[in-house]
């Protein structure tokens, strides 16, 4: 059965994190829409309820465990993000860092790339891996369906482009320009964010990156793929796939969300030249994420995958809780991948 960890949500932090909209009530304001279990819940007035969701915390100029600095940026009027940096000395403040874009998780309508989670996470990811990073807030169903934070998350990646250029009233930001090294980029992400990943790299493969900057590697943590095979009509992940994208027509066969399906297309078409899919034993998505590395491999794409299959453990365990063992270890796996996709 699909439970709601495979949306980047533990049970736990369900219990521990509430987020609750106040709007004045009148009669109607209690009536309910839309009700997803243990996850959000529309009202017909409109109003919002997520169940779920880490603390909103502020960036840091120096995280006291691993020295990351972090600030937030505006990338559009719409699109917002936090920039990481990690800690500078003398000797690497001129030396030029791997950019790496992230996408979190939260099944397309939870969590923020401003979170405690995802600040811890992210802290972690930068210091091991010593990268630039760019934690995007896209924008949530249901205020924003699908597929505006697929555009959204393009949009991230045609920026992050735009500073190889010489654009007038483009204003560009330091941090990247001072410290990234824009012929080594990749793109992340968990659950969600990991089928963000797969969506942008197809993209990537079809439509040229501003200034021809190129995708070196890609991380599909966890990736948030279904089937009709796999989960059936009214099983939650299909709901929430038809919650987050009621626009589409195949419910869980959407390629989007099925890239196995007929029309979808080729994944000999991925526009990255080396992909990291991780996977856990415990976890629902643990057998399609493989299947998508085997379809990878078969598909004529000519560039090189590996996988990362974690014994004993659920979906998203690293970022709930990154100081045991297995989370170091994946961790560490993930740095190595970045570190090799950029000799």
């Not at 980047?8 to 909209?21: A, D, E, K, V």
């Given at each position: 059965?699909?439970?709601?960890?495979?949306?980047?949500?533990?049970?736990?932090?369900?219990?521990?994190?509430?987020?609750?909209?106040?709007?004045p009530?009148?009669?109607g304001?209690?009536?309910?829409?839309?009700?997803i279990?243990?996850l959000?819940?529309?009202?017909k007035?409109?109003?919002?309820?997520?169940?779920?969701?880490?603390?909103?915390?502020?960036?840091?100029?120096?995280?006291?465990?691993?020295?990351?600095?972090?600030?937030?940026?505006?990338?559009?009027?719409?699109?917002?993000?936090?920039?990481?940096?990690?800690?500078?000395?003398?000797?690497?403040?001129d030396?030029?860092?791997?950019?790496?874009?992230?996408?979190?998780?939260?099944?397309?309508?939870?969590?923020?790339?401003?979170?405690?989670?995802?600040?811890?996470?992210?802290?972690l990811?930068?210091?091991?891996?010593?990268?630039?990073?760019?934690?995007v807030?896209?924008?949530l169903?249901?205020?924003?369906?699908?597929?505006?934070?697929?555009?959204?998350s393009?949009?991230?990646?045609?920026?992050?482009?735009?500073?190889?250029?010489?654009k007038?009233?483009?204003?560009?930001?330091?941090w990247?320009?001072?410290?990234?090294?824009f012929?080594?980029?990749?793109?992340?992400?968990?659950?969600?964010?990991?089928?963000?990943?797969?969506?942008i790299?197809?993209?990537?493969?079809?439509?040229?990156?501003?200034?021809?900057v190129?995708?070196?590697?890609s991380?599909?943590?966890?990736?948030?793929?279904?089937?009709?095979?796999?989960?059936?009509?009214?099983?939650?992940?299909?709901?929430?796939?038809?919650?987050?994208?009621?626009?589409?027509?195949?419910?869980?066969?959407?390629?989007?969300?099925?890239p196995?399906?007929?029309?979808?297309?080729?994944?000999?078409?991925?526009?990255?030249?080396?992909?990291?899919?991780?996977?856990?034993?415990?976890?629902?998505?643990?057998n399609?994420?493989?299947?998508?590395?085997?379809?990878?491999?078969?598909?004529?794409?000519?560039?090189?995958?590996?996988l990362?299959?974690v014994?004993?453990?659920?979906?998203?365990?690293q970022i709930?809780?990154?100081?045991?063992?297995?989370?170091?270890?994946?961790?560490?796996?993930?740095?190595?991948?970045?570190?090799?996709?950029?000799v």
């Amino acid at each position: 059965m699909f439970n709601v960890s495979c949306l980047y949500i533990s049970p736990l932090h369900l219990q521990n994190h509430r987020i609750t909209t106040y709007i004045p009530m009148d009669s109607g304001d209690n009536e309910v829409k839309v009700d997803i279990s243990q996850l959000i819940r529309v009202y017909k007035n409109g109003r919002v309820e997520r169940m779920f969701g880490s603390p909103i915390v502020p960036p840091t100029p120096e995280d006291p465990a691993t020295g990351v600095a972090s600030k937030d940026i505006d990338i559009s009027p719409e699109i917002r993000a936090r920039i990481y940096h990690p800690k500078l000395t003398t000797k690497n403040t001129d030396q030029k860092l791997p950019i790496l874009l992230y996408y979190h998780g939260g099944g397309f309508c939870l969590e923020s790339a401003f979170s405690f989670l995802d600040q811890r996470y992210l802290n972690l990811i930068v210091s091991k891996s010593n990268v630039v990073a760019i934690s995007v807030e896209y924008r949530l169903a249901p205020e924003h369906p699908l597929p505006v934070g697929y555009e959204d998350s393009w949009t991230a990646l045609q920026w992050i482009a735009s500073h190889v250029l010489d654009k007038p009233g483009f204003g560009k930001e330091p941090w990247l320009v001072n410290h990234g090294d824009f012929e080594k980029v990749l793109i992340g992400g968990d659950s969600a964010g990991g089928n963000i990943v797969h969506n942008i790299s197809l993209r990537s493969g079809l439509e040229s990156l501003n200034g021809g900057v190129k995708i070196l590697g890609s991380i599909l943590c966890f990736p948030y793929f279904l089937s009709s095979s796999e989960f059936k009509e009214d099983s939650l992940a299909s709901r929430i796939w038809a919650f987050v994208n009621p626009s589409a027509e195949d419910g869980v066969d959407d390629p989007r969300i099925n890239p196995f399906v007929e029309k979808a297309p080729s994944l000999s078409g991925l526009g990255c030249s080396k992909i990291l899919v991780c996977v856990a034993e415990k976890d629902e998505l643990r057998n399609i994420g493989i299947q998508y590395v085997e379809a990878v491999k078969k598909s004529g794409w000519k560039g090189e995958i590996k996988l990362i299959d974690v014994q004993g453990e659920d979906h998203c365990f690293q970022i709930f809780d990154p100081e045991t063992e297995k989370a170091k270890d994946l961790i560490k796996g993930i740095a190595d991948f970045v570190k090799r996709s950029c000799v």
